[in-house]
C-alpha cells in the first residue's frame, strides 16, 4: 500500500501569501463582528495552508470564531463578578452557581468539537499527521481506479476477483 505522510504547518512563518489570500477572499465581513474577525484573521489561513478553508468549511470556521469570542466574554464576566452569588430564599442564604458558569461549560464542549474537526489540538494534528492510506491501493498499484480507461478497469477487475 502506499503511504503518504502529511507535512503540516502551524506557525504564522510557514504560511504563503497563498493561505493569506484564501482567507482574505473567504472572509465574512459581514457576518462577524470585529473581535470574532480577528479570530478569524488568527486561524483561517493556518487552516487554508491545509485545504481546511474552502467555501464548504465557512459556516463552520464562523461558528468557531463566535464560540471563542462568547468563551471570552463569559469568562471576562465571571473574572469580574465571580462565578457564584448569594440569595436569599425561604431556607436562608443560599449560595448558586451564575448561569454563566453552565453557559461556559457548554460553549467549552462545542469548542472542543470545532478543535477536533479542524485539527486545533495537539491530538487533533498528531491524528492528521499520522500516516495516511491510499484508499485506491487496494492492489499495490498506485493508480486510480476512477481515472482508467475501460480496458484497463476490466482488466483490474479480472485480475482482482471483485467488482468495485
Known amino acids: 500500500m502506499a503511504k503518504m505522510k502529511m507535512v503540516l504547518r502551524f506557525t504564522a512563518n510557514d504560511l504563503t501569501g497563498q493561505d493569506y489570500a484564501e482567507a482574505a477572499r473567504l472572509r465574512p465581513e459581514k457576518r462577524l463582528e ?3 474577525l480577528a479570530i478569524w484573521d488568527r486561524i483561517a489561513p493556518l487552516l487554508a495552508a491545509h485545504d481546511y478553508l474552502n467555501d464548504l468549511f465557512v459556516d463552520s470556521l464562523v461558528e468557531y470564531c463566535r464560540v471563542v469570542h462568547s ?3 463569559t469568562v471576562r464576566y465571571l473574572r469580574q463578578h465571580g462565578k457564584t ?3 436569599e430564599t425561604r431556607n436562608g442564604l443560599q449560595i ?3 448561569p454563566q458558569v453552565g453557559e461556559l461549560g457548554e460553549l467549552r464542549r462545542m469548542l472542543r468539537s470545532y478543535v477536533s474537526d479542524f485539527g486545533l489540538s495537539p491530538q487533533a494534528r498528531k ?3 499520522a500516516v495516511q492510506t491510499d484508499i ?3 492492489d499495490g498499484s498506485d493508480e486510480n481506479p476512477f481515472t482508467r480507461d475501460q480496458a484497463s478497469a476490466d482488466a483490474h477487475i479480472a485480475n482482482s476477483g471483485t467488482r468495485h
Request: charged share 50%; hydrophobic share 20%.
Open 71 to 73: 468563551i471570552d466574554e
Open 34 to 36: 470585529p473581535e470574532e
Open 96 to 98: 448558586k452557581n451564575r
Open 136 to 138: 485506491f491501493d487496494d
Open 127 to 129: 491524528a492528521l499527521e
Open 85 to 87: 452569588y448569594t440569595s
